[in-house]
């Protein structure tokens, strides 16, 4: 019998409304982490969707993104928060969305994007203070990504433009990679971004 999930998501309220409605546009780190300046908008291909919320942000921006999740049970939360979304006043912005099933180690060649978002489980953090609880949810069910450098390597194999990988910004740069060619950081996280092709 399957227990139904303790994590939702939705697009149409809560942070990511707040996000939509105060985040601050084009000039956070991420759409500038994707490239997302002079008047462009590239097409992303969001490797590991998660929760939806970088995706969400970058369709709100005009950009249309591809989500690829590989757990089964976040996909079947993705795709009921999209389906939930369609009939929304958000539903321009999750109809530049699109979600696929599968490893995007496998997906991503066929795909041929521009930009590839990398998103891995961040390593466990050494501080006392607990990870917010959504977090830890996200983790029992995803696991911790252990082969988030073999993703990053085929990212950079076939991405047209750019790669990005949103990393904690105290954390070492991820080990097996090339030095990323800058780096956008936030509060907490950072963006190294590797330029390619």
């Not at 006043?89 to 930009?115: C, E, F, Q, S, Y």
């Not at 090339?178 to 509060?187: A, D, N």
């Amino acid at each position: 019998m399957n227990t139904p999930s303790p994590l939702t998501i939705d697009f149409t309220s809560g942070a990511i409304a707040h996000r939509l409605r105060f985040g601050g546009g084009r000039g956070q780190a991420l759409p500038r982490a994707v490239g997302m300046k002079g008047g462009k908008t590239p097409d992303v291909v969001d490797a590991t969707a998660g929760l939806g919320r970088d995706a969400f942000l970058l369709a709100s921006l005009g950009a249309q993104v591809t989500m690829i999740e590989r757990s089964e049970q976040m996909h079947a939360l993705l795709a009921d928060a999209l389906a939930r979304a369609a009939d929304s006043d958000v539903a321009g912005i999750v109809a530049r969305m699109t979600l696929l099933h599968g490893d995007a180690k496998d997906l991503l060649p066929d795909l041929a994007p521009k930009v590839v978002l990398v998103d891995p489980m961040h390593p466990e953090r050494n501080k006392s203070a607990l990870v917010k609880k959504e977090m830890r949810l996200i983790r029992q069910i995803v696991g911790v990504d252990s082969d988030a450098p073999a993703l990053m390597k085929v990212a950079l194999g076939c991405a047209r433009k750019r790669v990005v990988l949103k990393w904690p910004q105290k954390a070492d740069l991820m080990e097996g990679l090339p030095k990323p060619s800058h780096q956008i950081t936030g509060k907490s996280t950072r963006y190294d971004v590797f330029m390619v092709g």
